[in-house]
């Protein structure tokens, strides 16, 4: 009696449980912090409002506050405090579970503008990049079709982004730049790598590794660096992470079209629930199962990858804190034949490479705010690894007959400090970056001959100056910085060589600061890669030491015309002249049209002769969430110059000439949100195969680079739909959404694809001979799929 009695107990118990799990949830609630964004310090008593509602509170003591019960849906949250500019964070989603801590930076008003309401622009531009910046919240990331819930696939939809070819990897290719063009940074840290199977030498890759879940917001610039960035020609791409949740312990579970991802979150060492955690915690793991779905409909590819991230946040006191963050990834692409003979994919078997690669990046940084409120420090020791198997053989299923291996590691441990300052109303930054760098290759190339084991290790160093200032009421903005880099290996360059000067203005044509002019100058160096300071001959000689630094030199203008607090238009036109341009002996031809592939950018002989120019015009509109509608739409046409050996500019591989991009939504009732995308890319050049040359290399493709710009692509027309619907429940909160990819049946141009040629069941003809392949529809096919986030 006494055990059915517990049974029914143990029943009813269970019955509750799932009734307040499943019991829909109507209400959900909001915290976050507020600070100065000049002091770093919180601000105590500031209002917080949700726009068009009557419900607000106002931040503790130390600036945090939050607010309960309010409706599932999406707001505009807007923060205020007296004497400051008051800052508003568009499309803030409230579900039941899982809503993100908000922070907002409000900044101090002049003194003699104390009776004037002013609002912080919601675009992050700033008197040092006061133009060409987007920036993407965590909330148009998430909800972007076609993205995946990849950060960089929806970077390459910002303006003035070029689509790789074949339009499936992540490469970032701004303004008619090249791929490895572009630093990233996490949180201040620079992170080398930022997708799958990336291209060593360059970045881009088919997968992104960042999480979505960890990120406040993602800003790219594509000109007007600051200073304390080294290494940027074309872009800085800027991941903001946010902390974990002060107050209690949560995550989410995430199914997207190729991987599953769970993340954790909430305080640590928490003594008095009463009270904001002083430490806090993001963890998140990642795991693809494509290679499960490829094997499921029979194609001979095995994508395999794992990624983790975390962030740690411990704030000592009101005035130090420390955070240790990480990221990380393993990739395995390997090839398994198919049972039956198909020429598209024992073409692919054949030609695609083997690749074992593993990254990290860990990074420990602590900042402290002068007690004085007029400034901060920010001091960072970070160390990044790639390794790297990049192999291609005569059979890659058995991985036998080496036709070119790459084996090899990069390894930097980095030193960077930055103290800012401000002083009778200049802003000041300064600082240095110290920098080990350690480099092994083992590399082998049949076909050219090619064979060296290297191994170097050296230190790079730079240091800069930055100051900004406002001047007329606020009207003006005035801005310059200086840096300088060198390193103790090259001796194409050196410190004086590379003094790098940059300057910004930004004048308010109307007193309301609806009109504004924009302009910046600056000149911008790039180390050259490992892959080609590494380069050995048979002697073991070193070819290309003598490498000098990249230089692109920019000039960017334009006007700004703010039509409501939440929408712009935008005009700029562009310039940038490149000098020192590494140019293969090989192929005669600039590496600007190289690094866009699945290869290794670099690992052969160049010289540093090379010229390019790119420019343009890019007109923009931009809306952040007003009456329930988003979006960004822009057009870009720019032309895209690089020499070769000739010392003359031709067309590079990326000069499409007009590139359009739209990607927007609209919130619709009951929590459904509808959102789109579509891209454009005008005819591309691209670089035909020497059927001669690849029939003697095959399985390797020689490509003829002489008959660069002789050919085009059809242009590239992408369209994806997306449609979103979310489910409030007491203790979990669930987001559905159902995508198609590609929904107007555009073909993807792709350059034509060869195979030996082969008889019906698959035997190689002789002699043996190269044939096209034809693949089955052009990639024309809408692409359906569907995944859910369900937050506890």
């Given at each position: 009696?006494?055990?059915?009695?517990?049974?029914?107990?143990?029943?009813?118990?269970?019955?509750?449980?799932?009734?307040?799990?499943?019991?829909?949830?109507?209400?959900?609630?909001?915290?976050?912090?507020?600070?100065?964004?000049?002091?770093?310090?919180?601000?105590?008593?500031?209002?917080?409002?949700?726009?068009?509602?009557?419900?607000?509170?106002?931040?503790?003591?130390?600036?945090?506050?939050?607010?309960?019960?309010?409706?599932?849906?999406?707001?505009?949250?807007?923060?205020?405090?007296?004497?400051?500019?008051?800052?508003?964070?568009?499309?803030?989603?409230?579900?039941?579970?899982?809503?993100?801590?908000?922070?907002?930076?409000?900044?101090?008003?002049?003194?003699?503008?104390?009776?004037?309401?002013?609002?912080?622009?919601?675009?992050?531009?700033?008197?040092?990049?006061?133009?060409?910046?987007?920036?993407?919240?965590?909330?148009?990331?998430?909800?972007?079709?076609?993205?995946?819930?990849?950060?960089?696939?929806?970077?390459?939809?910002?303006?003035?982004?070029?689509?790789?070819?074949?339009?499936?990897?992540?490469?970032?290719?701004?303004?008619?730049?090249?791929?490895?063009?572009?630093?990233?940074?996490?949180?201040?840290?620079?992170?080398?790598?930022?997708?799958?199977?990336?291209?060593?030498?360059?970045?881009?890759?088919?997968?992104?590794?960042?999480?979505?879940?960890?990120?406040?917001?993602?800003?790219?610039?594509?000109?007007?660096?600051?200073?304390?960035?080294?290494?940027?020609?074309?872009?800085?791409?800027?991941?903001?992470?946010?902390?974990?949740?002060?107050?209690?312990?949560?995550?989410?579970?995430?199914?997207?079209?190729?991987?599953?991802?769970?993340?954790?979150?909430?305080?640590?060492?928490?003594?008095?629930?009463?009270?904001?955690?002083?430490?806090?915690?993001?963890?998140?793991?990642?795991?693809?199962?494509?290679?499960?779905?490829?094997?499921?409909?029979?194609?001979?590819?095995?994508?395999?990858?794992?990624?983790?991230?975390?962030?740690?946040?411990?704030?000592?006191?009101?005035?130090?804190?420390?955070?240790?963050?990480?990221?990380?990834?393993?990739?395995?692409?390997?090839?398994?034949?198919?049972?039956?003979?198909?020429?598209?994919?024992?073409?692919?078997?054949?030609?695609?490479?083997?690749?074992?690669?593993?990254?990290?990046?860990?990074?420990?940084?602590?900042?402290?705010?002068?007690?004085?409120?007029?400034?901060?420090?920010?001091?960072?020791?970070?160390?990044?690894?790639?390794?790297?198997?990049?192999?291609?053989?005569?059979?890659?299923?058995?991985?036998?007959?080496?036709?070119?291996?790459?084996?090899?590691?990069?390894?930097?441990?980095?030193?960077?400090?930055?103290?800012?300052?401000?002083?009778?109303?200049?802003?000041?930054?300064?600082?240095?970056?110290?920098?080990?760098?350690?480099?092994?290759?083992?590399?082998?190339?049949?076909?050219?001959?090619?064979?060296?084991?290297?191994?170097?290790?050296?230190?790079?160093?730079?240091?800069?100056?930055?100051?900004?200032?406002?001047?007329?009421?606020?009207?003006?903005?005035?801005?310059?910085?200086?840096?300088?880099?060198?390193?103790?290996?090259?001796?194409?360059?050196?410190?004086?060589?590379?003094?790098?000067?940059?300057?910004?203005?930004?004048?308010?044509?109307?007193?309301?600061?609806?009109?504004?002019?924009?302009?910046?100058?600056?000149?911008?160096?790039?180390?050259?890669?490992?892959?080609?300071?590494?380069?050995?001959?048979?002697?073991?000689?070193?070819?290309?030491?003598?490498?000098?630094?990249?230089?692109?030199?920019?000039?960017?203008?334009?006007?700004?015309?703010?039509?409501?607090?939440?929408?712009?238009?935008?005009?700029?036109?562009?310039?940038?002249?490149?000098?020192?341009?590494?140019?293969?002996?090989?192929?005669?031809?600039?590496?600007?049209?190289?690094?866009?592939?699945?290869?290794?950018?670099?690992?052969?002989?160049?010289?540093?002769?090379?010229?390019?120019?790119?420019?343009?015009?890019?007109?923009?509109?931009?809306?952040?969430?007003?009456?329930?509608?988003?979006?960004?739409?822009?057009?870009?046409?720019?032309?895209?110059?690089?020499?070769?050996?000739?010392?003359?500019?031709?067309?590079?591989?990326?000069?499409?000439?007009?590139?359009?991009?739209?990607?927007?939504?609209?919130?619709?009732?009951?929590?459904?949100?509808?959102?789109?995308?579509?891209?454009?890319?005008?005819?591309?050049?691209?670089?035909?195969?020497?059927?001669?040359?690849?029939?003697?290399?095959?399985p390797e493709l020689i490509l003829d680079y002489d008959r660069l710009g002789e050919v085009k692509l059809n242009s590239f027309n992408l369209a994806d739909i997306r449609i979103d619907k979310k489910w409030n429940f007491k203790s979990i909160s669930f987001n559905f959404y159902f995508e198609v990819q590609n929904f107007l049946a555009q073909p993807n141009p792709t350059p034509p694809e060869y195979g030996l040629n082969r008889t019906s069941d698959g035997a190689e003809v002789i002699p043996r001979s190269l044939?096209?392949?034809?693949?089955?529809?052009?990639?024309?096919?809408?692409?359906?799929?569907?995944?859910?986030?369900?937050?506890?």
């Open positions: 009696m006494n055990y059915f009695w517990s049974m029914k107990k143990k029943l009813a118990s269970l019955f509750l449980l799932c009734t307040g799990v499943l019991l829909g949830q109507n209400t959900g609630s909001l915290n976050g912090r507020i600070i100065d964004s000049q002091s770093q310090l919180p601000l105590e008593g500031a209002t917080v409002v949700l726009v068009g509602t009557s419900v607000g509170v106002v931040t503790d003591e130390k600036g945090y506050f939050t607010i309960d019960d309010i409706p599932t849906q999406s707001y505009n949250v807007e923060a205020s405090y007296l004497g400051f500019e008051s800052q508003t964070l568009f499309n803030v989603i409230v579900k039941s579970v899982g809503n993100i801590p908000l922070l907002f930076e409000l900044s101090e008003i002049a003194e003699n503008l104390d009776e004037v309401v002013l609002v912080q622009s919601p675009f992050k531009t700033s008197s040092e990049t006061p133009l060409s910046t987007q920036t993407f919240s965590a909330v148009e990331i998430e909800t972007y079709p076609g993205g995946n819930n990849d950060i960089t696939k929806v970077v390459q939809s910002m303006p003035g982004i070029s689509p790789s070819i074949g339009g499936f990897r992540n490469d970032i290719i701004i303004r008619g730049g090249a791929p490895n063009e572009t630093v990233y940074y996490l949180d201040g840290i620079e992170i080398p790598n930022i997708n799958h199977f990336s291209t060593q030498g360059s970045a881009g890759g088919p997968v992104g590794m960042v999480n979505v879940s960890f990120i406040r917001e993602v800003t790219l610039s594509s000109s007007s660096f600051g200073a304390e960035y080294d290494n940027p020609l074309s872009g800085v791409l800027a991941f903001e992470q946010r902390e974990g949740d002060v107050n209690k312990f949560g995550g989410n579970f995430r199914l997207g079209a190729s991987e599953t991802a769970l993340t954790l979150e909430g305080p640590l060492f928490r003594k008095n629930k009463e009270q904001a955690a002083k430490t806090t915690f993001l963890f998140s793991l990642r795991r693809s199962y494509l290679q499960f779905l490829f094997e499921l409909i029979g194609l001979p590819i095995r994508p395999d990858y794992w990624d983790y991230q975390w962030k740690i946040k411990h704030e000592i006191d009101a005035y130090n804190s420390l955070t240790f963050l990480g990221i990380g990834s393993i990739d395995d692409f390997s090839v398994k034949a198919p049972d039956e003979f198909d020429e598209e994919q024992q073409a692919t078997l054949e030609q695609v490479p083997i690749i074992d690669q593993r990254s990290t990046t860990v990074g420990l940084s602590w900042k402290r705010n002068y007690k004085n409120g007029k400034g901060f420090m920010n001091t960072v020791v970070s160390t990044n690894r790639l390794e790297n198997v990049f192999a291609r053989y005569e059979d890659n299923t058995t991985k036998t007959g080496t036709i070119f291996q790459n084996d090899s590691f990069e390894w930097e441990t980095k030193l960077r400090f930055q103290a800012t300052q401000f002083s009778e109303n200049w802003k000041w930054s300064s600082g240095f970056n110290l920098q080990n760098s350690a480099y092994q290759n083992n590399t082998r190339f049949v076909y050219y001959d090619i064979a060296y084991n290297t191994a170097l290790n050296f230190a790079k160093y730079g240091l800069f100056v930055k100051a900004s200032r406002s001047f007329m009421n606020d009207r003006l903005d005035l801005s310059w910085g200086i840096r300088t880099d060198a390193d103790s290996f090259s001796k194409g360059s050196d410190l004086l060589d590379n003094i790098s000067p940059r300057a910004a203005i930004s004048y308010a044509l109307t007193e309301n600061q609806q009109w504004k002019f924009n302009a910046s100058v600056g000149r911008y160096f790039k180390i050259p890669t490992y892959t080609m300071l590494g380069f050995q001959n048979h002697t073991g000689t070193f070819l290309n030491q003598k490498a000098a630094y990249v230089r692109s030199d920019h000039v960017v203008g334009g006007i700004e015309y703010n039509l409501t607090p939440a929408s712009r238009f935008t005009v700029e036109g562009f310039v940038k002249n490149y000098a020192n341009y590494p140019i293969s002996v090989l192929d005669g031809v600039s590496l600007a049209n190289k690094g866009g592939g699945f290869e290794v950018l670099g690992n052969e002989e160049i010289v540093s002769d090379g010229e390019g120019q790119s420019k343009g015009v890019e007109v923009l509109f931009q809306q952040k969430l007003s009456k329930n509608f988003y979006g960004v739409f822009a057009y870009t046409y720019f032309s895209s110059e690089f020499s070769g050996a000739d010392g003359v500019l031709r067309p590079s591989v990326w000069d499409s000439r007009h590139l359009i991009s739209f990607s927007g939504g609209y919130k619709l009732k009951r929590n459904w949100e509808l959102s789109a995308r579509w891209r454009f890319a005008g005819k591309n050049p691209f670089v035909p195969v020497d059927l001669e040359a690849s029939t003697e290399a095959y044939k096209e392949i034809s693949t089955t529809d052009n990639n024309s096919s809408p692409l359906p799929s569907f995944g859910f986030v369900l937050y506890f």
